[in-house]
């Protein structure tokens, strides 16, 4: 769907370029904005630039963090995290592609009301409410974005960034532009998801019966195929109610982190709250899919997947393309003829616990470190390739020992392994870069998965009411958190014991909680930021692990060299430039 687009845009400012720097689309396209009334079309292509924004593939930051390296010591996030991240080289900067979204759904939003969508009156107002509830889902969507990357410290006070409610252009006075607080950021946000909710539906379904129709439709003479046409199942992947209330758990959890909620009013409760009316509505505790731990490489799902439909796993996606290898390119070991671009760190290898869900430094649980890949928790071979993994889709053997006699082993060439291991996760193992047969797949990528949102509230509850309690839910951090582990193949045989053990201390669940995202949302762009919410250390040393006649010694591999001060991100120095904003501090 995203890919339709409809470019008839007049005259736009971006508000990230200079004030004379407009983006003008071809002359035969040009189009007055006095011209939308009549051109649904035009109105259509203001919403579809806010759709194009959406991120569509894998940013990697992992490699900023002690999460992981890249085997290209020049990739901007290996310069990031060894000292060069600064105001003017920012590979996380989120303020141009962000504000250009929010600059064309504020265009559209100003015109809204003055679309002639269909002459009959019901289907009229429905296409209307529709395409502002997608602005206002998407304009949440942006600003969260934009505060996560560059909200921070100046002044003593916690600022956001500026927000931008009306359309921008030659006239707008950009001498008083000046950044909001972060609370006003985070309120704005709430504001447009309520909104969003008021006017979308839960999800784009056919309906059989009226019944199924709003009475303020039905009062204006909706018919069954009228709901259809602009509310069934031809609109999948747009806005939703159920994608705004995702989109409103992640903001509440920001603001509730500890390098955020000074100076804000979103509490844990509430964080815990949003995040609970999202997985109300997908089964409470019970509703986590079983198979999702394995999202990306279940070919038979994604292969099968039609008309905007998701799996279990996933609440909002991006529109599929066709088959590709490129990540496979990416990922695989060069004995796949891959690029092996992200090698996981030792570090995060040993946040893998045990099978029986002990971590492997607890005196409990059996890790052996001259045999550390055996009985561990089954995730780690599942996201990881390790010494001895067999991947590819002939299931051939990665020997990442130095002495192991293959172009997989450590620093063995330019594309080998700088830690000692691959990455696995993400990939369709079914894709074969083998230039005598290549093939390509379908992947799947996903802007909102719900195991997202079911961390999101084991976190948030914890902290709001401990492990054990609910706060009026029907179920409790430990409660999520032991599905997850379940599903994951923790302790099947015995129960989790190392949970169990930790059920009524607050302090070790939060460190279990951390870990547990940590592990699941690996490689999905997460550590990154969650470090930096939760104010923690961010220059741990990355680790390897060195093999040579079967004997394993940790190695340094790459230091993180990140100042107090980079909790918070910088403002562009070009915006500090041009507008006058005041910098977040130590930048």
Known sequence: MYKKILFFVSVVLVFSSCEKEFLEPAIENNRDLSDIQDEPGFALGLLYNGYTRLPGGWSFSEMATDDAVSSDEDNNYSNMATGQWAENFNPVDQWQNSFAAIQYLNLMLSKADTVTYAENPAVNQMFKDRTKGEVYGLRAY??????????????????????????????????????????????????????????????????????????????????????????????????????????RSRAALLAASPAFNQGTSTTWADAANYAADVLDRNGGDGGLDPDGLTWYNDGGVIDNLAAGLN??????????????????????????????????????????????????????????????????????????????????????????????????????????????????KLLREDVNLDPQSVNQQRHINPLI??????????????????????????????????????????????????????????????????????LELSFEGFRFWDLRRWNEDLSEMAFGDRIEDGNHEVISVEPRLYSDYMIYGPIPYSEVLKFGLTQNMGW
Do not use: C
Not at 319 to 343: A, C, I, K, R
Not at 400 to 405: H, I, S
Not at 418 to 423: E, F, I, K
Not at 463 to 482: C, F, H, K, L, Q
């Open 142 to 247: 942006f600003m969260h974005r934009l505060l996560q990357a560059h909200g921070g410290m100046a002044g003593g006070q916690l600022l956001g960034v500026p927000i931008m409610l009306e359309p921008q252009d030659a006239s707008t006075d950009f001498s008083s532009l000046q950044r909001a607080t972060f609370e006003e950021g985070i309120q704005q946000i709430y504001s447009d998801i309520e909104k969003a909710i008021e006017l979308l539906p839960l999800d784009y379904e056919d309906i059989g019966n009226q019944d199924g129709i709003p009475a303020k439709y039905v009062n204006m003479g909706a018919g069954v195929n009228d709901y259809n046409r602009v509310l069934g199942k031809t609109n999948r992947l747009r806005m939703t109610e159920r994608v705004a209330l995702g989109i």
């Open 449 to 518: 998965r719900y195991t997202e949102i079911y961390l999101n509230y084991a976190e948030a509850a914890n902290e709001a009411w401990g492990p054990m309690g609910t706060g009026g839910n029907s179920y409790s951090a430990y409660d999520v958190i032991r599905a997850i582990r379940e599903r994951a193949g923790l302790s099947a045989n015995g129960g989790d014991l190392y949970l169990e053990s930790i059920k009524g201390d607050q302090d070790a669940m939060r460190e279990l909680i951390r870990n547990e995202r940590r």
């Open 311 to 424: 799996p279990p796993e996933i609440l909002w996606r991006a529109n599929m393309p066709g088959p590709s290898s490129t990540l496979e390119e990416q990922l695989y070991p060069p004995s796949l003829f891959g690029d092996g671009l992200v090698n996981p760190t030792q570090n995060l290898v040993n946040a893998f616990p045990m099978a029986n869900g002990y971590p492997i430094d607890h005196p409990d649980s059996g890790y052996d470190p001259a045999n550390p890949y055996v009985n561990r928790d089954p995730r780690l071979t599942a996201f990881i390739v390790v010494n001895g993994s067999q991947m590819g889709p002939f299931d051939e053997t990665i020997i990442t020992a130095v002495d192991g006699g293959t172009i997989d082993g450590l620093n063995i060439v330019e594309s080998s392994t700088r830690t000692g291991y691959y990455l696995r």
